[in-house]
């Protein structure tokens, strides 16, 4: 049993194949300094916050970069193996897993230039001075694939003259070389150096950038889905406990691809949601986003989605290329930018700059203005399907409080990211939640209680039964059966602004013949009435268990 700080926490599930995951799993997003007091270590002031606002509601603590780095908000690494001062001390990322799970990042594909890695390669010092990739200048790298508009290559000046590196990311990031074997093993001692400090989730970053072969686009490589493979492997012998998830922002049929055969990634972002979600409420049709459920193939035994509608990163225009149409794309660009989001580019082969992330809060993407449904409709609306789908849920700190775009950040980092960074003071917070009239304490009550009721119900559980049912643009439905069959809730959701009225055995006939239905989310037994209709209110979602 592991204690924690503030009281006795969760006991350690170790087994490697079976009951890795339950109902009760949800996944909180969160920067170790997400809240801020003065006086405080910050991780110390998250872990009490979580401790008394959400113990029992989620189990693990997706704790972001808590390294010290030098952009990007943490995925800029200087050492991989210490705490930044600024947040805390290892003691402190200990004690929030004494009360949560963790999930940590690897940050593989890159490094920050103040590492001492590129330090000694500047210098010329081994092992380190052949941890990087330098390319020749003339290298025809017309085909890399860019998730950026700047350089690929930094020019930077060694020992032994000037080198031009290869930087995916940025100039301050500068990709590894994962054909050294050094490397590879400098890795393995920093992710057991992670699970040694209570880490049960390892994510992988920006994953499927890792190998470079020349003449190819540099994604997906067969050797960067070996490296997948091997990790895997490794844990399976030394920390059976521990899952993998690969981060790989990409279209839905390339970032499923790190499942494998079973063999590789336990957790694969669930990417095609956010944007088919966010085009389904915003036009009130749910199509596109039905018909990408009903043909979505289960993962293989052993492996689960990880579901989500936000994250410190933007909405991936990328996983939808071959689920939308370009003008439907283009629609969402537009509804973004009038929504007072941003929009970030990338650079094709051909010269070319294209959308390839939407830079807004999910809040303000789905917030209602002058009509006469509340505010937050649309946005609770979107969070309870992403909690009801087959999966794990991950949710957004700043989503579980109804954060707005953070304009002011941009003003000062210049980044279009930190439009959905915000970080807190902690009194500021804890006034919006106490505050019974803000939007963020009334976002954050009802969040709360979906993610209480939800994870009383083993119909909810990751490995358990789905059904996407057809119901018409209007409206979006599900059903879910818990593992061994004895439970069934069937998730029912309004998208447009109108009541939508429907009879019951049409929606899913084991309701024929039934007098009540109890909804999970009210705790409320529903009469059926004599037509056998059920009433959805504008953007009302409700889950009835059989």
């Known amino acids: ?96 897993g004494g009360n949560f799970q963790l999930m940590f990042d690897l940050v593989l594909n890159h490094c920050s230039v103040r590492n001492s890695w590129f330090k000694d390669f500047v210098s010329g010092i081994a092992p380190a001075r052949y941890y990087f990739l330098p390319i020749k200048r003339d290298t025809d790298l017309s085909m890399v694939a860019r998730p950026r508009s700047s350089p690929l290559l ?44 209570g880490a049960r989730f390892i994510r992988l970053d920006a994953v499927a950038f890792l190998w470079k072969n020349m003449g190819t686009n540099c994604l997906h490589q067969p050797e960067t889905h070996e490296v997948v493979k091997l990790l895997r492997d490794i844990l399976a012998v030394a920390a059976p406990d521990v899952a993998l998830l690969t981060e790989t922002n990409v ?39 039905t018909n990408w459920a009903k043909n979505l193939d289960p993962p293989p035994r052993g492996c689960v989605f990880l579901n989500f509608t936000a994250s410190h990163d933007g909405i991936g225009l990328r996983p939808v290329e071959s689920l939308l149409p370009q003008k439907e794309i283009n629609w969402l660009v537009k509804q973004t930018k009038e929504r007072g989001g941003r929009v970030s580019r990338k650079s094709n082969p051909d010269g070319s700059r294209s959308p390839y992330e939407l830079n807004i809060t999910y809040f303000d993407a789905l917030k209602l203005i002058e009509q ?114 004895n439970e069934t809730i069937v998730c029912l959701y309004n998208f447009t602004s109108q009541t939508i009225k429907k009879a019951l055995p049409k929606i899913y006939p084991p309701f024929s013949g039934l007098e009540t239905i109890l909804s999970v989310i009210t705790s409320k037994v529903i009469k059926i009435n004599s037509k056998n209709t059920i009433t959805l209110k504008p953007y009302k979602y409700i889950w009835l268990k059989i």
């Open 251 to 289: 279209p839905h049929e390339e970032n499923i691809s790190y499942f494998g055969k079973g063999d590789e990634a336990h957790m694969v972002y669930q990417f095609a949601l956010p944007p088919l979600l966010l085009h389904a409420l915003l036009k009130g049709d749910s199509t596109y986003l």
């Open 372 to 485: 006469a449904v509340h505010e937050a409709a649309q946005f609770l609306c979107s969070q309870a399907v992403a909690l009801s789908l087959k999966g794990i849920p991950a949710v957004y700190f700043n989503s579980l409080v109804g954060a707005e775009n953070n304009l002011e950040g941009i003003k000062k980092t210049g980044e279009s990211r930190t439009i959905n960074r915000k970080k807190w003071e902690l009194d500021e917070l804890k006034n919006r939640l106490n505050d019974s009239k803000d939007i963020g304490s009334y976002v954050y009550r009802r969040y709360l209680k979906m993610l209480n009721r939800r994870n009383q119900q083993p119909a909810f559980h990751p490995d358990g039964g789905q059904e996407i049912l057809d119901l018409g643009p209007e409206l979006f439905g599900l059903v879910r059966k818990s593992p061994n069959g």
């Open 1 to 96: 049993m592991c204690l924690g700080r503030y009281g006795v926490g969760l006991r350690t599930r170790t087994k490697a194949t079976t009951n890795r995951w339950d109902e009760q799993d949800v996944v909180l997003i969160a920067y170790p300094d997400m809240l801020q007091r003065e006086g405080e270590r910050p991780l110390d002031t998250l872990n009490r916050f979580l401790y008394r606002r959400l113990r029992g509601a989620i189990r693990t603590v997706h704790l972001l970069p808590f390294f010290p780095w030098s952009s990007d908000d943490g995925f800029s690494v200087i050492d991989y193996r210490e705490v930044s001062p600024d947040y805390g001390k290892w003691k402190d990322v200990e004690a929030i």
């Open 154 to 197: 930094t020019p930077t000046q060694t020992r032994d003259g000037e080198a031009h590196l290869w930087t995916t990311f940025s100039a301050d990031q500068v990709d590894l070389n994962w054909q050294n074997p050094d490397l590879f093993f400098e890795f393995l001692d920093i992710l057991f150096n992670y699970i040694s400090k």
